[in-house]
């Protein structure tokens, strides 16, 4: 079993940047893939960031690409979503999540993750 902690969050204005951490316990994280999703209030779940397990691989949604830079470090148990150029439509409810058998290639579909934290509000105002 894996516990997922995010943190970070909060309200910023446009242009404004973040670092979002996702702490986990209870086994060791190197073998799962990560990924950050995101849901603003009516929408659906998005898919916003992954990353494998041994940090080679990483892959972004069209939206933050080039803004958002996901990491990972082992030693710590924890990755991290490094947000950069806020925009209002970032705002949402973020989540970390863990894939096992993720370590050489992550997932951008929600469905192959095996665990979710509780979330984090990031809150951009124009």
């Known amino acids: 079993q894996v516990q997922l902690v995010e943190s970070g969050g909060g309200l910023v204005q446009a242009g404004d940047s973040l670092r979002l951490s996702c702490a986990a316990s209870g086994r060791t994280l190197i073998s799962y893939a990560m990924g950050w999703f995101r849901q603003a209030p009516g929408k659906e779940r998005e898919f916003v960031s992954t990353i494998s397990g041994d940090g080679g691989s990483t892959s972004y949604a069209e939206s933050v690409k080039g803004r958002f830079t996901i990491s990972r470090d082992n030693a710590k148990n924890s990755v991290y979503l490094y947000m950069n150029s806020l925009k209002p439509e970032d705002t949402g409810v973020y989540y970390c999540?863990?894939?096992?058998?993720?370590?050489?290639?992550?997932?951008?579909?929600?469905?192959?993750?095996?665990?979710w934290g509780q979330g984090t509000q990031v809150t951009v105002s124009s």
């Open positions: 999540a863990a894939r096992r058998y993720g370590y050489v290639r992550g997932s951008r579909l929600g469905n192959d993750y095996d665990y």
